[in-house]
């Protein structure tokens, strides 16, 4: 459907409260019934479909047999926003839980080609806006401005990076993914919200362009080097949705189902790698990572038998969107790119090792030997000098498990340094013209209102930021030329705390609700080492 002439941001909040009705679905029944609505629906959907929190059907919970999903209803997750229900709900309370979220949904839930073609939205006005910066941001820098997102009260805000001000807030969609995309220009931004919803919104023009539901539970969204295409990772169903960038407007559907066939799967993570022209995903419950190519020229992929691999005698179906397979012994839960893109560094939550990935050759080259849960999707690479002069190419991550920072060399894949932290954290941050990189503890009881500040080159902690006890402080992203860090003060009434990244001294701090994550334009689209791509 096409949106009406004159449709505009305000108009947008009409749409937000009521996503399209799904089909129809038995729902629980019992006391079961009555316990996840008062403990689960909020975050899981009323049809268990999934919303802030993943979906709960039996499809979606094959890597987690039924005693674990007990544990973490009773204890909660690590690094997510799961609490522990233990003291809330007895034995059999947490026993009949368990049996609900592992009994399947009839009928089952259908998100296909139709479904997601009948949700597009279009607004007719956005074709003719000017591709200059308009009034709207009072002549801002339009490479410095940061996009914030704040859950709180599901708005975004569009901060000025020079002035560090405010210059606008907006209505989103409920449980946006807090990773947005921007165009290669820097123009327009991406959404992707949990339940399945793509948004495009004109930065310059401050206007939605389109919109299009393309899943039930979604992991996170990516916009092609070239600035054509979005790729949409689903958890449910087991699918990557491509999407024309322009409209939003479906391109094809590809069922993540593995190499022999027989197995389906959610996707961890889908990302760009603009150098190779191509999207590479993980997938969570079938040891493969996919690249799947937007370059016209791709080579073919080439399945089954070959008998000349030159003279193309074989199976041979055009590279362009098809999925190239890498064929793992382990999953991989989220994965990270060293700067050249030849290489993927990956983990599970499972694996006491992490991956090094060969992506020409399609295949793992290495093992990481990190400690605990770490977080490579949020790793950071610079250039450091060790004790003999010479210049290396390191990469660091936090943990989700333990107070460390694991740094490693990129051209052995050896550790280089364990960095002692006040606990398990969820973010790494720096800038190319920063000597620190900032991390916090957010998964720390203790410690979850600091920061630490480690210096690049000694790889020790030289500074430490404080909010108040009892608060999070958490995810660092420079302005474009790495003069101030803006920090997440991470609560209800919290705030965007602007410091002084050489001095190491609050500025100001910005009200803002909730504002789990802030994006600066310039910095996402150059492919900054100091954030993730």
């Known amino acids: 459907m096409t949106w009406l002439r004159g449709f505009s941001v305000c108009c947008w909040a009409v749409f937000l409260g009521g996503a399209s009705s799904l089909a129809s679905a038995a729902g629980p029944t019992g006391n079961a019934a009555a316990l996840y609505q008062e403990h689960c629906a909020a975050c899981h959907g009323e049809s268990r479909f999934g919303g802030i929190g993943p979906a709960l059907l039996p499809e979606s919970l094959e890597r987690l047999r039924k005693p674990e999903a007990l544990k973490v209803i009773g204890e909660g997750r690590v690094a997510t926003q799961m609490p522990a229900f233990g003291d809330k709900l007895s034995a059999d309370e947490l026993a009949q839980l368990g049996d609900l979220i592992y009994s399947k949904v009839t009928p089952a839930p259908v998100w296909g080609e139709a479904q997601i073609r009948a949700s597009q939205m279009v607004n007719a006005d956005a074709a003719n806006l000017p591709a200059q910066p308009g009034p709207g941001l009072r002549g801002a820098d339009p490479l410095n401005l940061f996009i914030v997102v704040e859950t709180g009260d599901h708005h975004v805000s569009l901060l000025d990076g020079d002035k560090l001000e405010r210059l606008y807030r907006f209505p989103s969609r409920y449980a946006l993914h807090g990773g947005p995309k921007f165009s290669p220009d820097g123009r327009f931004v991406y959404f992707a919200s949990r339940d399945g919803w793509i948004t495009k919104f004109d930065i310059y023009n401050l206007m939605v362009v389109a919109e299009i539901r393309a899943g039930l539970n979604t992991r996170n969204a990516a ?244 909010a108040a006890p009892g608060q999070t402080l958490a995810h660092v992203e420079f302005t474009r030329d790495g003069r101030y860090a803006l920090a997440s003060l991470w609560e209800l009434e919290g705030a965007l705390i602007v410091i002084d990244a050489q001095t190491l001294k609050e500025v100001k701090r910005i009200p803002a609700k909730k504002p789990v994550g802030k994006y600066n334009v310039w910095n996402k689209i150059s492919r900054s080492e100091g954030t993730s791509h």
């Open 223 to 466: 916009v092609s080097g070239d600035g054509k295409w979005v790729m949409v990772a689903n958890y449910l169903p087991h699918s990557l949705v491509l999407l024309d960038a322009g409209d939003l407007s479906l391109v094809k559907v590809i069922p993540t189902l593995n190499a022999a066939g027989d197995k389906t799967s959610r996707v961890s993570a889908v990302y760009d790698a603009a150098p190779r022209k191509s999207f590479v995903a993980a997938l969570k419950d079938v040891p493969e990572v996919w690249e799947i190519s937007y370059d016209p020229e791709a080579e073919p992929v080439a399945e089954g038998l070959v008998h000349d691999f030159q003279y193309k005698e074989g199976h041979f179906t055009p590279g362009m969107f098809y999925p190239r397979r890498t064929l793992l012994k382990d999953y991989l839960d989220d994965f990270f790119f060293t700067q050249t893109y030849h290489e993927i560094l990956g983990a599970s939550r499972s694996a006491s090792k992490g991956q090094v990935i060969f992506l020409d050759g399609r295949k793992k080259i290495a093992d990481l030997d990190l400690p605990g849960m770490p977080h490579l999707g949020s790793g950071i690479t610079w250039k450091w000098k060790d004790p003999a002069g010479r210049e290396r190419t390191v990469m660091a991550s936090p943990n989700l498990n333990e107070g460390v920072i694991t740094v490693i060399d990129l051209g052995t894949y050896q550790i280089i340094k364990e960095i002692k932290t006040l606990g398990p954290g969820f973010f790494l941050r720096s800038h190319e013209n920063s000597r620190y990189a900032f991390t916090d503890s957010m998964m720390s009881k203790e410690h979850k209102n600091a920061l630490q500040v480690i210096d690049k080159q000694t790889l020790e902690v030289v500074g430490q930021i404080e």
